[in-house]
């Protein structure tokens, strides 16, 4: 972290400003140190420039092994399509020149969207539960506008109603406790600020006649590296036959779903099959892998958006699932 990012932080317990105490710097970077609670004294330690405020194991662990093994696979300048940038730009809707803005984004993995949110010029906090913030810092922190934090949705090291907007993608139905993660987003956005989300879609289909849920009821107590050695096994052995399948016409990719096989030959059209199996085995992975699974159909997400009072709701499904956009009243 940079020393005048301090002051975005504050303590997650007490909410009470943090003094800093620096043990190493490189360039103007804080690798070593400690930030101390002016409240209630409790200290915080910066390891590897990024202050941590979560102990080292928590339940998200799968996604760290995840997002440091594939740190740059879903990085526009390494699939060679603009995938990030074009679903940063179509989800958010927030324009490119956000100078003098303070953005935060919550649940961050390897920072394929904190590259594209540096970009609008606005100063970005980005935070993950997990040590996915490690691949994300070594891929984006050149950027001075840019603080990468380790923290959790429910005890955020922030000010409540500070952040002019809030991004939060692909994160909310992987906690214990999606309502309430989704309420504390809403607690960090300013008055006539903007929020972003989205969330896993509960459909019939997708839930009850897709059979990863079922597998994670053994796959979500495995150990990760364990399971992710496994998925990279099973990648291997049926890719042959995944190719052959994706041939099928209409039919063909969903059937590699329903095997488990992230196909995105459609996705990524002309990708080479290295890319494909790479892809493949990335989110194959974090189909079985999450602790928590809690998809949400599209009324439930929006009423959740009323139930906090936010405005100019516009909802619809998307990307991932159930998108919105949606502003905090003045």
Request: aromatic share 10%.
């Amino acid at each position: 972290m940079i020393k005048e990012h301090v002051k975005y932080l504050v303590c997650p317990k007490c909410h009470n400003e943090l003094d800093l105490s620096i043990k190493n710097t490189e360039k103007n970077h804080i690798i070593s140190g400690e930030l101390i609670c002016k409240g209630c004294t409790k200290k915080y330690p910066i390891i590897n420039a990024i202050p941590r405020f979560v102990e080292e194991n928590n339940y998200a662990d799968n996604f760290g092994l995840e997002w440091n093994t594939h740190s740059r696979t879903q990085y526009d300048d390494s699939s060679g399509f603009k995938i990030s940038e074009e679903r940063f730009i179509n989800e958010t809707k927030w324009g490119d020149n956000l100078n003098g803005e303070v953005i935060l984004e919550a649940g961050s993995g390897s920072g394929r969207f904190t590259k594209h949110a540096v970009e609008t010029g606005a100063m970005i906090i980005s935070f993950d539960f997990s040590n996915a913030v490690e691949a994300n810092y070594k891929s984006n922190s050149d950027n001075e506008n840019l603080l990468i934090v380790q923290a959790s949705i429910f005890e955020m090291p922030f000010k409540k109603n500070y952040f002019n907007r809030v991004l939060c993608i692909g994160v909310i139905q992987h906690t214990p406790d999606p309502r309430k993660a989704f309420h504390c987003l809403v607690t960090a956005i300013k008055a006539d600020g903007h929020l972003c989300t989205d969330i896993y879609l509960k459909s019939l289909g997708k839930v009850y006649l897709t059979p990863k849920y079922l597998l994670r009821k053994i796959t979500k107590r495995m150990n990760p590296d364990t399971l992710y050695k496994r998925t990279v096994s099973y990648i291997n052995f049926i890719w042959p036959l995944t190719r052959l399948i994706r041939k099928i016409p209409k039919l063909g990719k969903k059937i590699n779903w329903r095997l488990l096989v992230a196909d995105y030959s459609e996705l990524l059209p002309n990708a080479d099959d290295k890319t494909l199996k790479e892809w493949a085995i990335l989110d194959s992975y974090d189909m079985v892998s999450p602790a928590y699974d809690f998809p949400q159909t599209l009324k439930t997400f929006k009423k959740w958006h009323i139930e906090e009072g936010l405005e100019d709701i516009d909802v619809h499904y998307g990307y991932n699932g159930v998108e919105v956009r949606a502003r905090k009243p003045k």
